[in-house]
């Protein structure tokens, strides 16, 4: 059977070799931040947040097939035989002077299926991506923990990505990073920069993060604290003088705060609430919110810990948190909905997005109206 896909009027025929190189540099051109792969719907990109199709032409089970196998030539990945048992595989590669490709591969209606994360070789501006002086300005803690959350498509890898640069280019120290998959790629600059990927350089996030604590590290990345050993581990090495880097699927500092507490028994939670409250240095939640000026516009909540913070996670009163927030701006905080409301009077983004990612509409709708 042969494939046809019409992208910008070119044909691509049987999408292998240098023509499946194709759909990655448009992806790279038009600056799209995902590629989506499916079986009964054209190729398509996600661009400033929508999903868009470059063609009619409908892909077929046995076309997704034979895509997704020659992305895993390509990748070098041998994997495929894994796919089809497991249902689901996840890695990542470099294309030189395209950029680097995170993909998950899965099966769906008995058909296989990706969707492919574009990560840029050069990272981005800070100033550009809007991400404030105060949160840039975490790469001076020399220990403690650090936590950057929101949602998934947030760009939380690209703002600890951002950081990490930074303590790259400005500190004379050993960063590792433990990521499933690597998004990234950092040179030594005045740092040493070890980049563990899991499943291929080791077996898990908690082998390697043991280990990491006999490789003299200053700072290390945890792509995202996902169970309660990864947290265990990384509250360990916040404890004993690291600075610890790591991401979470939540939003706002309170939920997160919770979310970490929860893993634990009842048994060890004040346990746990203690050690947060001595080594929590920052907890920073951003949402992308659609823009018609650049795209998409980043908005961002800063929590930075202080002896009242300290205070109520020690005392479990968290939902107490956003006041703190609120009445701290001097200090370099802002709260999820000041944030919001800025880029709405910078004519950022619409009245209606700023009450869908407002952390309270019913307030912040009287605040639009003035």
């Not at 923990?145 to 690209?158: E, F, N, Q, R, Y």
């Not at 908005?299 to 968290?318: C, D, G, H, P, Y």
Request: net charge neutral.
């Amino acid at each position: 059977m042969k494939t046809t896909l019409l992208i910008y009027g070119k044909e691509l025929n049987n999408m292998n070799g240098s023509n499946i190189m194709n759909f990655f540099r448009i992806a790279i051109e038009k600056k799209a931040s995902d590629i989506f792969i499916i079986a009964g719907r054209p190729l398509s990109y996600k661009i400033s947040g929508d999903i868009v199709t470059f063609d009619e032409e409908m892909l077929s089970s046995d076309d997704t097939y034979r895509i997704i196998s020659d992305i895993f030539s390509i990748a070098n990945e041998k994997d495929l035989d894994i796919l089809e048992v497991e249902g689901d595989v996840d890695f990542s590669f470099s294309l030189p002077k395209f950029g680097r490709f995170r993909v998950s591969a899965y099966k769906q209606r008995n058909s296989y299926a990706a969707v492919i994360r574009v990560v840029f070789f050069e990272l981005p501006d800070p100033k550009k991506l809007g991400i404030p002086d105060v949160v840039m300005d975490l790469y001076k803690k020399t220990k403690g923990l650090v936590l950057i959350t929101g949602p998934a498509g947030s760009g939380k890898s690209t703002t600890l990505a951002c950081i990490i640069d930074k303590i790259n280019k400005e500190r004379n120290c050993h960063i590792m990073t433990f990521e499933d998959p690597i998004e990234f790629i950092h040179k030594h600059k005045k740092s040493i920069v070890s980049q563990r990927e899991i499943y291929t350089d080791t077996n898990s996030y908690i082998s390697s993060l043991r280990s990491a604590l006999r490789q003299a590290p200053d700072v290390m990345l945890i792509g995202e604290m996902r169970d309660l050993e990864t947290i265990e581990i990384a509250l360990t090495a916040a404890e004993t003088g690291h600075l610890v880097l790591s991401t979470l699927h939540t939003t706002g500092a309170a939920n997160t705060i919770d979310r970490i507490i929860d893993v634990f028994p009842s048994n060890q939670q004040q346990q746990v609430r203690v050690q947060l409250s001595m080594q929590l240095q920052a907890v920073i939640s951003q949402h992308l919110i659609p823009s018609s000026a650049i795209g998409r516009a980043a908005a961002f909540e800063v929590m930075l810990t202080n002896n009242a913070i300290s205070n109520l996670i020690r005392e479990s009163k968290v939902h107490q948190l956003n006041s703190i927030i609120y009445s701290s701006e001097y200090m370099g905080m802002k709260a999820m909905d000041t944030s919001i409301l800025e880029l709405y009077e910078k004519g950022m983004i619409t009245k209606e997005n700023a009450l869908i990612y407002a952390t309270e509409p019913d307030t912040l709708i009287k605040q639009l109206k003035r």
